[in-house]
């Protein structure tokens, strides 16, 4: 047995150092990690995975804190992932996200991993899609990926999450930056977090406008169009629809958390119910897959040419000499 | 593919209300490349060796200026051995005296460092034992 088969060993048998250093193995994408993770694979679909975004300061890692001790008085066990961003300049980071988190702190149920971006270009998603397997094989009842919503990687890991939870706040004068980072389009759930603070009313409001600007209702079966017949009669299943609610909360006193667990129990049996979790499920693994295929098929071409061979299709593309497509057939096929 | 990074966790354990120099280091180690865990005020040993299971560090750095080191650093120490993190760097920042430090070093503490460290020094005694560690 390889170390890294005695690491998944572990991992099923409980061990929380174990899962921790499969968990770097994975994050860093060392040799091996991919074995493990397809060892565990058929483990893996117990978790219910649940994100949570907003813009920064809005009281996610606040909100996480209280939900996940919602969820444990309900007798679940979790798992939180809150990752930061990495700073460009120096790659490293600092993740600050545990400071919020300081009540879960003994409670063997818990289990809470900060993560950093690492700027990768499109990796980030597929690092946490791992964690995150690792995290459900491990026995999870629920795993709580918390991230700062500000573009296309957040929707990316929405994308993963059966129910996205988007948390604003009054007063953050953010409600424009939200809708254009199509943060709203994700939300399966919004939270008022600060409801003590004031501006609420003001924030539900803009926030219910918004939604009635279209996002409102939203097609359950997400892209698979919904057909109406002329002359059927109308079905139920044609017309189900999630009507996205806005909730209060004010994280730092856990008011309004155990409502927030039970409307995401709502949203989960609603997707159970309208066949949608088995959709968005087939939708998350073929988006995982061509992101997959592409990055490796894309590693494996440029492994196998020269650099001076890349460099000089780019040198005649900039001379337009060459065009994309042409630039293209002649990577793959040679010239 | 393969991406490494030192991750360090800053617990800042003992009563005294003040972080800024735990951030202020916190900093320094993520300009320096580091992957840095700030957990804030106020942890029990408990709570920072917990953590630094989880998140899977290869350094705590703990920051103590309530005078409390004597008391605080063997117990972290105690609670590391038994859960299997020997081999994690620990480190010590804040006002220690003289003699303190030498035993603190013979507990087992990697590193010592006053008020007026310079941080870089901190990162490259990190850099320098890992990599010391690792060959
Ligand atoms: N008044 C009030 N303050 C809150 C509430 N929830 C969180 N806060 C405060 O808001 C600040 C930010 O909270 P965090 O939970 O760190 O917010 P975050 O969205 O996770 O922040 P980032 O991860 O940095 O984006 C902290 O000072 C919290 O104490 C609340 O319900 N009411
Ligand atoms: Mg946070």
Redesign the interface.
């Given at each position: 047995m390889t170390a890294d088969h005695t690491l998944v060993q572990s991992v099923l048998g409980g061990d929380?150092?174990a899962l921790?250093?499969l968990?770097?193995r994975v994050e860093?994408?060392?040799?091996g990690a991919f074995d493990a993770v397809s060892l565990l694979y058929p483990h893996t679909g117990h978790a219910y995975l649940v994100g949570i975004t907003g813009a920064p300061g809005t009281g996610k890692s606040t909100v996480v804190n209280a939900y996940t001790r919602s969820l444990r008085a309900a007798g679940f066990t979790v798992a939180i992932v809150a990752v930061d961003p990495?700073?460009p300049?120096?790659?490293?980071?600092?993740?600050?996200d545990?400071?919020r988190m300081?009540e879960l702190?003994?409670d063997r149920g818990v289990?809470?991993?900060?993560m950093?971006s690492?700027g990768?270009l499109g990796g980030l998603a597929a690092a946490i899609g791992d964690v995150v397997r690792v995290l459900d094989a491990a026995g999870f009842d629920y795993v709580l990926i918390e991230t700062v919503g500000a573009g296309q990687s957040e929707v990316d890991i929405a994308r993963m999450a059966y129910t996205t939870v988007v948390v604003d706040a009054p007063g953050m004068g953010d409600d424009v930056q939200a809708i254009k980072a199509g943060i709203l389009e994700i939300a399966d759930i919004l939270v008022v977090n600060k409801a003590d603070r004031p501006g609420v009313k003001n924030t539900v409001r803009t926030l219910r406008a918004m939604l009635d600007l279209g996002h409102r209702l939203r097609t359950v079966g997400h892209h698979s169009a919904v057909v109406i017949q002329p002359g059927a009669p109308p079905a139920e299943q044609v017309y189900d629809f999630w009507d996205v609610p806005i909730l209060e909360t004010i994280a730092t006193e856990a008011a309004g958390l155990d409502t927030l667990r039970e409307v995401v129990e709502q949203h989960r049996a609603h997707l159970q119910e309208s066949g949608t979790l088995a959709d968005r499920e087939r939708e998350r693994v073929v988006s995982e897959l061509s992101t997959r295929l592409r990055d490796t098929l894309l590693?494996r071409l440029l492994d196998q040419r020269a650099p001076d061979v890349i460099e000089d299709v780019i040198r005649r593309m900039v001379a337009r000499e060459l065009d994309p497509g042409s630039a293209v057939r002649e990577l793959i096929n040679g010239r | 593919m393969t991406e490494e990074k030192i991750r360090v966790l800053i617990a800042k354990p003992g009563l005294d209300g003040h972080d800024r120099g735990a951030k202020v280091i916190a900093r320094a180690l993520r300009d320096a490349g580091m992957e840095v865990i700030y957990t804030g005020l106020r942890q029990t040993p408990e709570m920072i060796v917990e953590a630094a299971l989880q998140e899977d560090v290869q350094v705590i750095g703990l920051s103590i200026l309530s005078g409390a080191h004597m008391a605080l650093v063997p117990r972290v120490i105690e609670l590391m051995q038994a859960e299997g993190l020997d081999d994690v760097l620990l480190l010590v920042g804040g006002i220690i005296p003289d003699e303190d430090v030498s035993a603190l070093v013979d507990m087992g503490v990697s590193g010592v460092f006053g008020p007026g460290t310079n941080t870089e020094a901190i990162a490259r005694h990190i850099q320098t034992t890992l990599a010391a560690a690792h060959s």
């Amino acid at each position: 047995m390889t170390a890294d088969h005695t690491l998944v060993q572990s991992v099923l048998g409980g061990d929380r150092r174990a899962l921790a250093r499969l968990i770097t193995r994975v994050e860093n994408q060392a040799p091996g990690a991919f074995d493990a993770v397809s060892l565990l694979y058929p483990h893996t679909g117990h978790a219910y995975l649940v994100g949570i975004t907003g813009a920064p300061g809005t009281g996610k890692s606040t909100v996480v804190n209280a939900y996940t001790r919602s969820l444990r008085a309900a007798g679940f066990t979790v798992a939180i992932v809150a990752v930061d961003p990495s700073s460009p300049f120096s790659g490293g980071a600092v993740l600050g996200d545990r400071i919020r988190m300081t009540e879960l702190a003994g409670d063997r149920g818990v289990f809470i991993r900060s993560m950093a971006s690492r700027g990768s270009l499109g990796g980030l998603a597929a690092a946490i899609g791992d964690v995150v397997r690792v995290l459900d094989a491990a026995g999870f009842d629920y795993v709580l990926i918390e991230t700062v919503g500000a573009g296309q990687s957040e929707v990316d890991i929405a994308r993963m999450a059966y129910t996205t939870v988007v948390v604003d706040a009054p007063g953050m004068g953010d409600d424009v930056q939200a809708i254009k980072a199509g943060i709203l389009e994700i939300a399966d759930i919004l939270v008022v977090n600060k409801a003590d603070r004031p501006g609420v009313k003001n924030t539900v409001r803009t926030l219910r406008a918004m939604l009635d600007l279209g996002h409102r209702l939203r097609t359950v079966g997400h892209h698979s169009a919904v057909v109406i017949q002329p002359g059927a009669p109308p079905a139920e299943q044609v017309y189900d629809f999630w009507d996205v609610p806005i909730l209060e909360t004010i994280a730092t006193e856990a008011a309004g958390l155990d409502t927030l667990r039970e409307v995401v129990e709502q949203h989960r049996a609603h997707l159970q119910e309208s066949g949608t979790l088995a959709d968005r499920e087939r939708e998350r693994v073929v988006s995982e897959l061509s992101t997959r295929l592409r990055d490796t098929l894309l590693a494996r071409l440029l492994d196998q040419r020269a650099p001076d061979v890349i460099e000089d299709v780019i040198r005649r593309m900039v001379a337009r000499e060459l065009d994309p497509g042409s630039a293209v057939r002649e990577l793959i096929n040679g010239r | 593919m393969t991406e490494e990074k030192i991750r360090v966790l800053i617990a800042k354990p003992g009563l005294d209300g003040h972080d800024r120099g735990a951030k202020v280091i916190a900093r320094a180690l993520r300009d320096a490349g580091m992957e840095v865990i700030y957990t804030g005020l106020r942890q029990t040993p408990e709570m920072i060796v917990e953590a630094a299971l989880q998140e899977d560090v290869q350094v705590i750095g703990l920051s103590i200026l309530s005078g409390a080191h004597m008391a605080l650093v063997p117990r972290v120490i105690e609670l590391m051995q038994a859960e299997g993190l020997d081999d994690v760097l620990l480190l010590v920042g804040g006002i220690i005296p003289d003699e303190d430090v030498s035993a603190l070093v013979d507990m087992g503490v990697s590193g010592v460092f006053g008020p007026g460290t310079n941080t870089e020094a901190i990162a490259r005694h990190i850099q320098t034992t890992l990599a010391a560690a690792h060959s």
